[in-house]
């Protein structure tokens, strides 16, 4: 079955730690074997290259300088995607055979040497765990710039063709290095692919990694008897406090029934006490990543979207419960029975649980939440959480949708936890043009700095919402100002793990 987009990307998310490390120090093995030979060029370059000594020379140091600057270039990139690695792949490669090209075009009599490194230079994909959708472009580029480099050198010189045959049979035998290459490191790819598929938790199948971070990794997995994929989050060796943070997590699922909370399905532990839980599995972008890629949302869309968030919170706030951590990465537009932007809320990871109730936890106390969303109260340190503060989470959140950014953006954190206490809320209309006065009042309202002049909690905040003129949201004048938006490729997304 051909990999997809969604399976790539996990398996090259469970190598950051090697690119972060490793992967800059390999990227000077070619620049050092590049220039082991340079003082025996010096010395006998010309018994090989003849009159074209002082070209080879300086071939040599233009491939030299390349290689430099793709190291350099190597230890800054951020590698976010597998392309990325297909590309800095075709630039080593290509920065090693095409110098040699020209070596080999140089080189009196076609000495062997230049093929030779060419050759290891092909076998250079066999030890990287890449598909061979993802090798076969650079190698193919990077044969290329070999056997082209050859004949243009000796074009360039005046040289004599020579003898064809020592040139097709070379170039066979580094076409047949690439093809072994390449099917090694599709092998090895593959075989990587089966244990991540093999290994399994409890009754569950793993699949694969969705995501990672502090507490644990999120999977994707399957439950044999049941017969559906499920998003499993599973606990890592933590201390005390994360595992009941994350036991809290469980507990507060489980008891929210609203659909457009993320529904837990089973939770256990294996015996070797490794803990998890089962969820659903959520199809569609954050949106963040909604907004990220199309721009502002039209209010009457930001209406609907606010109104599920807002009712789902009211369930959880009628339970004692505050989310604590509302802000777009945590809330997903899934597929569900093919409603339009029907929102899921994730991450119950720093819920509260009010503590004049049994229930109570006092594991932590501290700052928790995004910055860019957090309440004044919770930034003062008065308050560690409750419903208001989730209702001015809301509010900024529905800022962010109505503008493209959140109501306070500073070059440091510290500047946006100064703005949440001290700036006044800009308008968001002045942001991007007229707004529909009353959804801008009632953000506004929940960006007060008073908890008190806020809507008390998520059913309060639904109702205003409900209150609302739907004709004013749809008020056909705004087109101009705001950009119509349809929902971002969808891509496997699910609970996200908190910090």
């Known amino acids: 079955m051909r990999e997809t987009r969604a399976q790539q990307q996990d398996l090259w998310r469970a190598d950051a730690a090697f690119r972060s490390t490793r992967l800059p120090r390999l990227l000077a093995l070619p620049l050092v074997a590049w220039m082991l030979p340079f003082p025996l060029d010096i010395l006998r370059g010309a018994d090989v290259y003849g009159s074209s000594v002082h070209a080879a020379l300086l071939t040599r140091s233009v491939g030299a300088a390349a290689l430099a600057l793709i190291w350099i270039f190597g230890r800054r990139a951020q590698l976010a995607r597998p392309h990325h690695a297909e590309w800095l792949l075709g630039l080593v490669m290509t920065s090693l055979t095409a110098p040699l090209g020209v070596l080999a075009g140089l080189a009196q009599n076609l000495s062997l040497t230049p093929w030779m490194g060419a050759g290891l230079v092909m076998c250079a994909p066999a030890f990287l765990y890449q598909s061979w959708q993802r090798t076969l472009r650079p190698v193919l580029v990077s044969l290329g710039a070999f056997l082209l480099g050859v004949p243009v050198s000796r074009a360039v010189l005046g040289a004599p063709p020579g003898e064809l045959s020592p040139l097709f049979f070379g170039a066979s035998m580094l076409t047949l290095a690439a093809a072994l290459a ?60 994360s595992r009941a943070r994350f036991e809290r997590e469980v507990a507060a699922l489980s008891e929210l029934r609203h659909p457009n909370t993320v529904r837990v399905l089973d939770y256990g532990a294996t015996e070797n006490g490794t803990a998890f839980f089962a969820m659903e599995l959520l199809v569609g972008p954050t949106l963040a990543e909604v907004v990220e890629e199309s721009g502002p949302l039209a209010p009457a869309r930001v209406a609907h979207i606010g109104k599920q968030i807002a009712r789902a919170l009211g369930e959880a706030h009628a339970k004692g419960m505050a989310h604590r951590d509302i802000k777009p990465a945590n809330l997903i537009l899934a597929e569900a029975g093919g409603e339009p932007d029907f929102v899921k809320i994730i991450d119950f990871g720093i819920v509260r649980l009010d503590t004049h109730t049994p229930r109570a936890s006092h594991v932590d106390d501290e700052l928790v939440g995004t910055p860019k969303y957090m309440a004044p109260e919770v930034v003062a340190g008065a308050s560690t959480g409750d419903a208001r503060s989730d209702v001015y989470a809301l509010g900024a959140v529905m800022f962010f949708l109505l503008t493209g950014t959140p109501p306070f953006v500073a070059d440091s954190t510290a500047g946006v936890l100064v703005a949440h206490l001290k700036q006044t809320v800009p308008m968001p209309s002045r942001r991007v043009g007229t707004l529909p006065a009353a959804l801008e009042a009632l953000v506004l309202r929940c960006l007060s700095k008073n908890p008190a002049d806020r809507p008390q909690d998520g059913l309060e905040f639904a109702r205003a919402l409900e209150a609302l003129d739907p004709a004013s949201l749809r008020d056909t004048s705004l087109a101009k100002t705001q950009r119509s938006l349809a929902p971002a490729p969808a891509a496997d997304v699910t609970e996200r793990i908190p910090r």
């Open 182 to 241: 390449i099917a090694g490191g599709h092998l090895n790819h593959a075989l990587r692919r089966q244990v991540l598929r093999t290994q399994s938790l409890g009754k569950y199948e793993l699949e694969r990694r969705i995501g990672r971070g502090g507490m644990g990794e999120v999977w994707s997995a399957r439950h044999p008897g049941l017969r559906r994929s499920v998003a499993l989050k599973v606990l890592s060796d933590v201390d005390a406090p």
